[in-house]
């Protein structure tokens, strides 16, 4: 059962414009929302996070919108560059025993063109 | 300060053997998780290990996968008998507590 979908699964942006990513949760349980940034080869690393007492958070070019009713987090990269081309993926976690395991989303593919 | 160490950076295997998987994690991080990653996918929880504690074990295939985290050492995890479907990459991550998971580069296996 997948528990975080994430949309679109690619996405081209011109570079400058906003890129959009969404993504929705199922499980009431999870109160942590993280957005991990992944280049070829490598491991993801966190970009930015967010908790349900907050509705936005952001840092530099990089903002999560967080809707708690409707179980739904986005984020928004706002004049994007081509060093942005990477894999976007969502997560979610809660400590409902588990410890904070995530679980993510099937990622998107941003590209940033000239 | 060193991330999260993860050795060897790729691991080729033929059916039937062992693959062994290590992971280091960050300085002062004593909470270790692994993720596996398919081609075009997410990452899917495997395992979340504290020192020579397995905490939660539930997305670890019930034969043939081990994790273990020594007191002392990486955290290892061991796939016995590796099948064509054991090829991914595994990803390694750490955490201090609670707080925010950091993650190795992987381990890319291949399985001929």
């Known amino acids: 059962q997948q528990q975080v979908k994430q949309s679109p699964q690619s996405l081209i942006v011109q570079k400058g414009g906003i890129s959009i990513i969404n993504c929705a949760y199922e499980n009431t349980a999870f109160d942590y929302f993280p957005w991990y940034q992944q280049f070829p080869g490598k491991g993801p690393a966190l970009l930015i996070a967010?908790?349900?007492?907050?509705s936005e958070k952001k840092e530099g070019r990089f903002t999560i919108s967080f809707n708690k009713s409707a179980k739904q987090f986005s984020l928004h990269i706002m004049d994007s560059q081509p060093g942005d081309s990477a894999t976007y993926f969502c997560?979610?976690?809660?400590?409902?025993?588990?410890?904070?395991?995530?679980?993510f989303g099937t990622g998107t593919q941003l590209k940033v063109e000239l | 300060n060193a991330g999260v160490m993860q050795n060897p950076r790729h691991l080729v295997r033929r059916r039937g053997q062992e693959a062994r998987l290590r992971c280091s994690p960050m300085k002062g991080h004593s909470h270790v998780y692994w993720y596996r990653q398919l081609p075009e996918e997410g990452l899917k929880f495997m395992v979340y290990l504290q020192k020579e504690n397995i905490i939660d074990e539930s997305g670890m295939p019930k034969e043939r996968f081990s994790a273990e985290f020594p007191k002392e050492g990486p955290s290892i995890l061991r796939i016995q008998q590796v099948v064509r479907g054991d090829s991914a990459a595994y990803f390694c991550?750490?955490?201090?507590?609670?707080?925010?998971?950091?993650f190795g580069d992987g381990t890319r296996l291949s399985i001929l």
């Open positions: 967010i908790r349900p007492d907050v």
């Open positions: 991550a750490s955490s201090l507590g609670n707080q925010p998971q950091h």
């Open positions: 997560a979610a976690s809660g400590l409902t025993g588990g410890g904070n395991k995530l679980t």
